[in-house]
């Protein structure tokens, strides 16, 4: 059964590069979200059992995203993919229950180790 695979980021172009990034023979099903509140009625629906998420959107923050997932009893692998690779944001996005941060742009010698550190290798 294919993971169900979330990817939130306002920019098409920034999702683009995300997904093919993945391993190839991953057996996924990919949805994408434009904004946050997208990417909260995807997790509800089940399309998240890993999510990479920025944290830079309009309408609704990653941070924000995080603040809900856990309020709500957070249950699925966050990744973080972001420009802003303060340590601040780091160490922010954390204590919130992301399991990583990846600094963009992403590229798959930066996301495959996280994936194979949780088990979501190919």
Known sequence: MALPVLVVDDSALARKILINSLPAGWDVTITQASNG???LMQYRAGRASVMFLDLTMPDMTGYQVLEELQHEGLDTFVIVVSADAQQGAVERVKKLGAVAFI???????KLLPVLKEYGFDA
């Open 103 to 109: 600094q963009k742009p992403v590229t798959p010698e």
């Open 37 to 39: 509140r997208d990417a």
